[in-house]
């Protein structure tokens, strides 16, 4: 999920830079479905999730084996845009905001 969701927000702020993440985690949580083989490959999906709030927002995460055509997991993050200079949480940027509301979901459908 760390992976997933680091890749997601730094393409949203068109960065690699590790330093532009200005977010913490506030709850993580995961819930495992089916069991994984030993090398399985899994495909990892990450989405927003309806509604975005003023300072946070919520990422969840699907986990499938394509082979076996299986959700084998579902996740959910909790993030708060946070400013690490002023140790406090901030607003969303609006383009950020944007961003998020164009790609997210209803947690209700499609099995997020």
Not at 53 to 79: H, K, M, N, P, W
Not at 87 to 92: D, L, R
Request: charged share 25%; hydrophobic share 35%.
């Amino acid at each position: 999920m760390e992976t997933l969701r680091t890749e997601y927000y730094l393409h949203l702020r068109h960065s690699t830079d590790p330093h532009d993440l200005d977010i913490i985690i506030a709850e993580a949580r995961c819930r495992y479905l089916a069991p994984v083989a030993y090398q399985a490959e899994l495909l990892g999906e990450v989405a927003p999730a309806h509604p975005i709030g003023r300072t946070s927002f919520s990422l969840l995460y699907r986990f499938s084996d394509e082979r076996q055509g299986v959700v084998t997991a579902r996740g959910l993050t909790a993030i708060v845009a946070y400013d690490y200079s002023n140790g406090s949480k901030k607003p969303i940027p609006d383009a950020l905001r944007s961003a998020l509301e164009r790609d997210a979901v209803n947690p209700k459908d499609e099995g997020w």
